[in-house]
């Protein structure tokens, strides 16, 4: 299983878009995934239009569900943990928590049969980003195309190599992901020049900006559902196809 955390301290970056559409893509493309949302703005079951009652990553987190109890399928392949308010009180307990960072992976650890495992997680370096970066063995980070978001990306770096030096285990950068593209803005050039000088391979093509996509969750649907042949639908194909055939 290939654990994944889309990870970014910034919020507006299309952090919540590009784990949604990964997950769904790589659904739709036959492969069994699980979606997990560690943000307690609960945008993933927003977008699948889950009733707050059934977010349960809460209940999950303080240990009063299993993981296989907590999840829903929301699409053919893909199965969701969605979260809410919540989670911020449970993250109080976390902090004292014998388990701190660990308690994510404890608590997935029983699952079987996901090729994929990813994580939406929180736009802060909280305890529950650190536990998602715990889990995971790579790291998706989406970044919008603003020059202070250059700044923390460097601070989100950092901060990925310091929690892989603590545990001991090797946390890839597997994609870096430009988002809000536009490319008749020389800003959104340069950016992408420099994203390219330093992560090289790492980096995804960019994903344009699409009023599609942003009109996609209001109709509970991703784009893929909504306009399937729009621009975020065709650039998020892209990143999926970058995933699906490693």
Request: hydrophobic share 45%.
């Amino acid at each position: 299983m290939r654990r994944i955390a889309v990870v970014n301290h910034k919020g507006g970056t299309g952090k919540t878009t590009t784990a949604v559409h990964l997950a769904a893509g790589l659904a739709t493309a036959g492969r069994s995934v699980l979606l997990s949302d560690l943000d307690p703005q609960g945008n993933v079951g927003a977008w699948f239009g889950l009733d707050p009652d059934e977010c349960s990553m809460a209940e999950m987190a303080q240990g009063r569900l299993t993981a296989a109890e907590a999840l829903i399928e929301v699409r053919e392949n893909l199965d969701v943990i969605a979260s809410d308010w919540r989670l911020a009180e449970a993250e109080e307990l976390l902090v004292t928590s014998r388990e701190r960072e660990k308690w994510l992976t404890n608590r997935l650890k029983g699952l079987k049969g996901y090729e994929f495992a990813i994580v939406d997680c929180a736009p802060s370096m909280s305890i529950l980003t650190t536990s998602g970066l715990a889990f995971a063995e790579e790291v998706v980070i989406p970044i919008s195309m603003e020059y202070l978001a250059l700044i923390g990306v460097k601070q989100l770096v950092e901060n990925i190599l310091r929690m892989t030096s603590k545990n001991g285990k090797a946390v890839q950068i597997t994609a870096v992901v430009p988002t809000f593209y536009q490319n008749n803005l020389r800003k959104s050039r340069e950016i992408l020049i420099a994203l390219e000088r330093h992560f090289g391979r790492a980096l995804a093509d960019p994903i344009r900006v699409n009023v599609r996509l942003s009109e996609a969750p209001s109709h509970g649907q991703t784009v893929f559902e909504y306009s399937p042949h729009s621009r975020g639908a065709q650039d998020y194909r892209r990143l999926v196809r970058r995933f699906a055939s490693a």
